[in-house]
C-alpha cells in the first residue's frame, strides 16, 4: 500500500513538472476578464455597486482595450510622477486644475491601463489605493457629474481585477465573488471568499469544465501596504512582514515575482487554495513633520470623526479595530493625552470614504513619536 501512495505521489510530481515545462511565457497586455463573466458577491463591493445603480440605473460596465503598442515607458515615468504627489486620500496633489475626484479616476485608470501593459503589481497597488480613497463614496456627491464618473468608475472594477494571457491567471484584487475563464489554453471558474477589506483572509475554489483538473498558473498580488515604502514623502511606521498560503491545509512557500505571488500547478476541482494576509493598523506621518499622524488599515484612508480638543495620540499606544455592525464599517479607537501626558479620552476613526463630507472629521491629528 505503502509502495503505491509513494508511485502516486511520484506521479503527481512528474505530471506538475511536465506541465510546468510546458508553461507559455506571460503575453502582455494582459486581458482583462469581462465584466459578464464576474459576479460580484462582496458585501462592501455590493453596496458600493448598488449605490452606483440607484443614481445610475443604466450603468454598464465599459469594455478594456489595451494598446501595448503605446509607448509605455513615457507613459510609466509620467505615472511615477503623479504616484511622487499622491496624497494618501488617492489624488496627485500637482493637479490643481481637476478636482479630487478626477485626479483620482485619473490615476485608477492609468494604473490599471500599466498594470495589463506590464503584470507589474506596484501599478495594481496605486490603483486599489486610489480607487478605495478617492472613488468609493463619491456617489453621493452633489455634483451629477461625479456621481456618474464614479459610478461608471466601480462599474468597470472587474475589468480592474482579474486577468489572463493563456493559462497565466491574475488577481489584483480581492473581491468575493464568482468568476469565469476560457480561452484556448484554460477553462476555469474561480470562487473567492474573503472579508476585503476589512481582513485579508481568502480562500479560492476551483472548478474545471473541461476535466477534473487543469493546470494554470495563479498569480495572486502582494498588496504594498504589507511593505514599510508606500508612497513617497510619507513615512509608515516600520512593519514585519508575515502571512501564510495553504493549499488543502499544507503550507506552501511560493515563487514571488514582480510582486506576485506565483503557482505553477496542476489545480483539482477539490483543491481549497487560503491566502492569510494580515491586515496592519500604519501609522502615516508626512516625511518631514512627524508631529501629526494619520491611520490607514489595509487599503482604507482613515479619518478621525471624534476626538478631543487639544489632545494627541502616543506612537506606542495600541490602537483597537472594530467592526460596527450598524453602521456596517470598522472603527479605529485608541486613547488621547493632554499637555500633561494625561489620559484625557479617546479617539475614534473611520475610513475616510465613509466621511468625505464630514467636515469636522481629520485625516491627521496631534502625534508624539
Not at 88 to 113: F, P
Not at 151 to 179: P, R, W
Not at 331 to 360: I, Q
Request: aromatic share 10%; charged share 20%; net charge positive.
Amino acid at each position: 500500500m505503502k509502495r503505491l501512495i509513494l508511485f502516486a505521489c511520484m506521479a503527481c510530481t512528474l505530471l506538475v513538472a511536465q506541465s510546468r515545462n510546458k508553461t507559455s511565457k506571460v503575453k502582455f497586455p494582459l486581458i482583462p476578464v469581462a465584466a459578464d463573466s464576474v459576479t460580484i458577491e462582496d458585501f462592501f463591493w455590493y453596496g458600493q455597486l448598488q449605490e452606483a445603480q440607484k443614481v445610475c440605473p443604466q450603468l454598464k460596465a465599459n469594455p478594456w482595450n489595451v494598446d501595448h503598442r503605446k509607448h509605455l515607458h513615457a507613459l510609466s515615468a509620467d505615472w511615477q510622477e503623479k504616484v511622487n504627489h499622491l496624497d494618501l486620500t488617492g489624488r496627485v496633489k500637482t493637479e490643481t486644475q481637476k478636482d479630487e475626484l478626477h485626479s483620482a479616476v485619473d490615476i485608477v485608470k492609468q494604473s490599471a491601463y500599466l498594470a495589463l501593459a506590464t503584470g507589474q503589481s506596484k501599478y495594481a497597488d496605486i490603483m486599489e489605493t486610489s480607487l478605495y480613497n478617492g472613488v468609493c463614496g463619491w456617489q453621493n456627491s452633489d455634483n451629477p457629474d461625479n456621481v456618474h464618473l464614479a459610478s461608471q468608475t466601480l462599474a468597470d472594477m472587474s475589468g480592474y481585477a482579474f486577468a489572463t494571457s493563456k493559462e497565466h491567471l491574475f488577481v489584483n484584487l480581492y473581491i468575493t465573488s464568482e468568476m469565469h475563464v476560457k480561452n484556448k489554453q484554460l477553462d476555469v471558474k474561480m470562487m473567492t471568499t474573503t472579508s476585503t477589506p476589512w481582513y485579508y483572509q481568502m480562500m479560492f475554489q476551483f472548478l474545471f469544465p473541461r476535466g477534473k483538473e487543469e493546470h494554470m498558473v495563479l498569480h495572486l498580488r502582494m498588496p504594498n501596504w504589507l511593505s514599510n515604502n508606500i508612497l513617497p514623502n510619507f513615512k509608515y511606521n516600520h512593519y514585519q512582514l508575515k502571512y501564510s498560503l495553504l493549499l488543502n491545509g499544507i503550507a506552501l512557500k511560493p515563487e514571488m515575482k514582480d510582486g506576485y505571488i506565483v503557482l505553477d500547478r496542476v489545480w483539482c476541482d477539490s483543491d481549497i487554495l487560503q491566502l492569510l494576509l494580515p491586515t496592519p493598523i500604519r501609522r502615516v506621518t508626512l516625511a518631514n513633520n512627524y508631529n501629526e499622524v494619520a491611520l490607514q488599515k489595509g487599503p482604507l484612508l482613515y479619518s478621525f470623526i471624534s476626538i478631543p480638543e487639544n489632545t494627541f495620540i502616543k506612537a506606542i499606544d495600541p490602537i483597537h479595530s472594530d467592526f460596527d455592525k450598524h453602521r456596517h464599517t470598522n472603527t479605529l479607537s485608541g486613547k488621547c493625552y493632554d499637555d500633561s501626558m494625561h489620559v484625557a479620552g479617546s479617539f475614534r476613526a473611520e475610513p475616510y470614504l465613509f466621511n468625505r463630507k464630514n467636515k469636522e472629521a481629520r485625516i491627521f491629528i496631534p502625534f508624539k513619536p
